[in-house]
């Protein structure tokens, strides 16, 4: 601790800047998820740019290897089997890209020409349905002189490491080249499966290796029946043995800090509080931030009472120890839904004539917090303010209090009221009225309620509990310090059932099952936009400019609004944002050649449309950038009937 602090203090005084942070992806490659250990996004390339945007072409297209599977044979065994999921960022060094796909196959693919080098398949899909869905969003590079490796994480819930020349697994890491995440797991066992058939545990995002340690993601069953659920533990693991080198315990026990705020022991049965999303680290602080979830069960703390520490918290972890340097929690005691979704952002910024280096975190609140992320002090004031506690779930037991950051301001509605209901005529104004007549409206954190026959249906949640802001998270300029944020303004009402077995008192039935507050003729609820890419000046803590993402055409094609003079309605996708030198890119789902997918630019500084590019299907992942054979490309998943890689760049 006397050395941290020492070299903490020194990294003050001299204002040394995160080389990581500041040059986001370097010489011209992509060699982490987000660009950089940082999460930046962001490239320094330039050849493309406002003026020949326009003139990008597909260069290349890598079809998923599940198409050669045979897939009937398969789906005898297990009938879910499918890989429309196609989420993953390529990683781009020495001329080749790294992936997974949907089903967990590894592959390399050639830069230049999109041959496949490799592939590695652990036929997961053969052993157990993948908790939740099939998908997988990444990897991870590592590299110690000559040895190559790559890290993955796969629905079986072993880290997997690869010869990056090879794809063939390293055999002194771990055993035999994976390494068993749930074990020393409570309550995590391979051998059981949910209600639902679902794998108790597994990884859908990619791992992070900072000082030689790997830590990686892990994603555990949303839909109990049972108080009792594997706790989303993080663990640190050395990046050549394959050995376990810390824990941390996300459920906190016994005498651990946090224990307290699990009232009568509830730290002794209950689970997840995981980190799900993609994560950031720091390696010249030797840090870590960890973004968790929710508490087992996502939508009832009957429970678990108290404020359940480190649930749906940003926690800076030592990335040698383990050990927690500073923490904070963005929910106390959450029945939302409302995990931190994705990496935090690592950038320097200067605030009222001081350097700070910090970590901003986006929110499916619509927030995004900003932090030292060295000491873990807000940049600007977070108010812990009362919140309504009026909930007719027994047991239930809510906090009285929720922070909002002072600065910046919400990047997404919050809440509802009627005046957020939709007014483009009057007419349509009735309608929204009368879809919510059933419903209780109310703030951001407004209690959940039963629904009653012959009454109120639930309360009308927004964000809705796919986020404000969600998995794609956001981008940062580290030149300007400026970030954008691409967001959803949905709504939803929670439908509780009694479980059929288990010991929960209440369970979800589903994100829209049962009555929702919809719509006749497939109109709007709310005002728009119904998707948007904000950008907020981290220097101020204020907007730079929010822009619609696309027209809404989808909204706009509707009989009873294409006569309607309207503004851009948004609503064309919210995939996560690449941020250039020259640019800032994101795919769209509309608005291309016969309203098709394309990808776009904006001015960085205004948000306007620059220039438009047709994809051959709709944007999953999000787009990465690099450099090869002094060709700059773009390259990102689209879906379709067969989803697939696509390179794009200049003819």
Known sequence: MVRRAVLIGVL??????????????????????????????????????????GNLRVAWRWDLPELSLDLDAIRQQVPEVQFRMFQATPLMVGGVLYLSTPLHIVAAVDAGTGATVWLHDPQAYLKVRPTHFYNSRGVAYWADGDDRRIFFG???????????DTGRPIASFGDNGRADLMAGIPRADRRQTTHRGDHLMGVASPPLVANGVVVTPTVISDGPITREAPPGWVKGI???????????????????????????????????????????????????????????????????????????????????????????????????????????????????GRRIKAVAQVSKQGFAY???????????PIEERPVPTDTDLEGEQLSPTQPFPTRPPPFEYQGVTIDDLVDFTPEIRAMAVEAV?????????????????????????????????????AGVDPETGILYVPSTNRAMAVKYARPDGGNLRYVSQGLLSGRQPRMPHDLPLLKPPYTRMTAIDLNRGEHAWMQPNGDGNRYRHNPLLRDLDLPPLGGDGAGGPLVTKTLLVSGLNAGGAGDGPRLVARDKATGEILGSVDLPGRPIGTPMTYLHEGRQYVALTVGGQTPALVALALP
């Open 12 to 53: 003050c005084m001299l204002g040394a800047g995160s080389a990581a942070a500041q040059t986001g992806a370097p010489g011209g490659e992509w060699r982490a998820y987000g660009a950089n250990l940082a999460s930046t996004k962001y490239s320094p390339l330039d050849r493309i740019d406002a003026g020949n945007f």
């Open 154 to 164: 796969n629905s079986e819930a072993y880290l997997l490491a690869l010869d990056a």
């Open 238 to 352: 050395d990046a050549r043995t394959g050995a376990t080198k810390w824990v941390f315990r996300t459920v906190p026990q016994a005498d651990d800090f946090g224990a307290d705020t699990w009232l009568n022991e509830s730290w002794r049965y209950s689970g997840n509080s995981n980190v799900w999303s993609p994560i950031s680290a720091d390696e010249e602080l030797g840090i870590v931030y960890l973004p968790t979830g929710t508490p087992t069960a996502d939508y009832y703390g009957g429970h678990r009472p108290g404020d359940n520490l480190f649930a749906e918290s940003l926690v800076a972890v030592d990335i040698e120890t383990g050990e927690r340097v500073w923490h904070f929690q963005a929910v106390h005691h959450g029945i939302w839904d409302y995990d931190f979704p994705a990496a935090p952002n690592l950038v320097d910024i200067t605030v009222d």
């Open 370 to 380: 900003v932090f030292d992320r060295v000491t873990g002090d807000p940049v600007w």
């Open 437 to 473: 007549r059933d419903f209780r409206l109310g703030p951001l954190f407004s209690p959940a309620m039963l629904t009653v026959e012959g009454g109120l249906q639930g309360t009308i949640q927004r964000p809705w509990a796919g986020g404000g802001a969600n998995w794609s998270g």
